[in-house]
């Protein structure tokens, strides 16, 4: 591959600029982000509007001239009627399946009615003749700037809405009027009246406007070339994931995104963990184990931030799938561990060591028609076993230990040399897991991880483990994780016969079928 722009337009076939409606569009994830503050400040708006009656009634500030015949006031109704409004707003937001564009458009028709509230409570108290009456900002034009500010909305629908909500005041006065509690005469003007609340419309749709184009910036800023990037599916140590689709192909994808300062702030060690990166995935790009997941592409943006493309996965890691639904039985562990092996197996033929074998590092999921089909993800930070010394990888040379202490390697805790059976050394720990929903060491910090997996011995699975687990299988586990290399199995390709040498309960794609229709029955 190339070394330079690996993610660009290929020339003649990249489409033009995207069109007027899709610079309109804002990321998905901005858009949940804003669903969730308008249901937070719906709860905040319930909060008010349960506060403030009783604080009238503690400083004696509300009038009580007008009873509803159902023995309740006015302004106690209208606050018990915006309360359950704001309260099941609130509900409906904090539903992720719901389409955040419309929450965003309820939360309009939400701001209307508070205004609406407001205004009528505002004008509920009897006006006394005579008294004067001057232009002034109300409650009303705060609430609009603040939903313009919070909620990120069209300018058009924000100047709608927005002279919807401050004609709520000039509503509540006529309408106190005809109920025959204000008498204002005929010579106010109740719109020239609250001239400063129309004015704050225009305001509001001036930050309506700032606000989405921002938003439109980071849409435009997320697009590398002819991919455009998404929601965020996930955030770790070395970067962050996002959704993402070719622009020509409409081809889902997911780009993980290697920040610059994850390389560290030395210029010379940056651009060696750069050129050790794009060597080792060129290695890790040549893998056609299906149970490799698929690398696409990968380069270097003009920020300096290091990504890879992938292919986008329909299912769940090991992590979550035992944090979830507990432990595997032992026929499901076998099925999953030897698709791992199948992986690993290529890999290590072709001098490759992953060196970070986890559970979440694992992905279960379905694949086409086939269920329980596992993919071996970041093999993108894995190391060459090509003999050679003083050539840092991605993590080392940004300063971090490699693998995860509760699945690392004794020789890798040590500084030794490592091969495939490190590998196979963090499969057992991620086994261990399955059979047993617990780490093989329990510790509360991760020096204290790494010292146990120097010096202490194993309990085996069957002795932590809610379910059974075959004694076959407890020893293979126990020789994976021997502290020397030597003592485990040769291969991947030993040990995943090995596995399939174990008798017990047959677990295939009829049962792997089964439990996803059941579990996760959503694509």
């Known amino acids: 591959m190339a070394d330079s ?21 804002l990321p998905n994830d901005l858009l949940r982000e804003a669903s969730s503050r308008l249901g937070i400040i719906s709860l905040i708006g319930a909060a008010l509007w349960t506060v403030t009656p009783v604080m009238g009634h503690l400083f004696g500030e509300m009038s009580h001239a007008h009873p509803h015949r159902l023995h309740f006031y006015l302004p106690e109704a209208i606050a018990a009627g915006s309360v359950l409004v704001a309260v099941a707003l ?19 028709g939400y701001m209307v009615l508070t205004a609406f509230a407001i205004g009528q409570t505002f004008h509920s108290e009897a006006f006394v003749a005579g008294a004067s009456v001057a232009p002034t900002i109300s409650w009303i034009g705060v609430v609009m700037l603040m939903f313009a500010a919070i909620v990120p909305t069209t300018p ?3 100047l709608v809405a927005g002279l919807f909500a401050a004609s709520m005041n000039p509503l509540g006065m006529l309408i106190a009027k005809a109920r025959g509690n204000w008498d204002f005469g005929p010579n106010l003007n109740v719109l020239v009246m609250h001239y400063p609340d129309y004015m704050l419309v225009g305001v509001a749709v001036v930050i309506s406007h700032v606000v989405t184009r921002l938003g439109r910036q980071v849409a435009q800023a997320r697009e590398m070339g002819s991919y455009r990037l998404g929601e965020r599916l996930a955030t770790g140590g070395m970067g962050e994931v996002y959704k993402a689709t070719h622009r020509m192909l409409a081809r889902a994808a997911a780009i993980k995104l290697i920040r610059p300062e994850i390389l560290g702030q030395k210029t010379a060690a940056a651009q060696m963990a750069v050129t050790r990166f794009r060597r080792e995935a060129e290695a890790a790009a040549k893998l056609r184990s299906p149970h490799t997941v698929e690398l696409y592409d990968f380069g270097l943006t003009e920020d300096q931030t290091v990504y890879y493309v992938m292919e986008l996965l329909d299912g769940m890691d090991l992590e979550t799938l035992v944090r979830t639904k507990g432990p595997v039985p032992a026929a499901r562990a076998i099925y999953i561990l030897r698709q791992v092996c199948e992986s690993l197996e290529e890999a290590h033929a ?27 993800l970041d093999f993108g930070l894995v190391k060459l076993m090509d003999g050679t010394t003083g050539q840092e990888s991605l993590e080392t040379a940004a300063g971090l230990t490699p693998g995860t202490p509760a699945y690392l390697a004794p020789e890798i805790a040590v500084g030794g040399a490592v091969d495939g059976r490190t590998d196979l050394y963090a499969l ?20 204290e991880m790494i010292a146990k997996h120097l010096h202490e011995q ?10 059974p687990v075959p004694a076959a299988l407890d020893g293979l586990v126990l020789a994976c994780l021997a502290k020397r290399p030597d003592d485990r199995p040769s291969s991947a390709a030993v040990l995943s016969r090995s596995l399939e040498a174990i008798e017990g309960e047959f677990w295939g794609e009829e049962q792997a079928m089964r439990w996803w229709k059941v579990n996760r029955p959503e694509s």
Request: hydrophobic content about 35%.
């Open 5 to 25: 722009q690996l993610i660009g337009p290929v020339p003649g076939s990249t489409p033009a600029g995207p069109t007027r409606r899709q610079r309109r569009v």
């Open 428 to 447: 057992g720990c991620v086994a261990y897991y399955l059979l047993t929903g617990q780490l093989v060491f329990d510790a509360s910090t991760g020096i």
């Open 90 to 108: 609130f509900f409906y937001s904090r539903n992720r399946k719901r389409d955040p564009k419309l929450v965003l458009d309820l939360g309009l």
């Open 458 to 467: 194993p309990v085996a699975p069957s002795k932590r483990s809610e379910l």
């Open 156 to 158: 058009g629908k924000m």
């Open 350 to 376: 072709r001098g490759l060591v992953h060196r970070d074998i986890k559970p979440a590092n694992i992905h279960l999921g379905r694949l086409g028609l086939q269920h329980d089909f596992v993919k071996v």
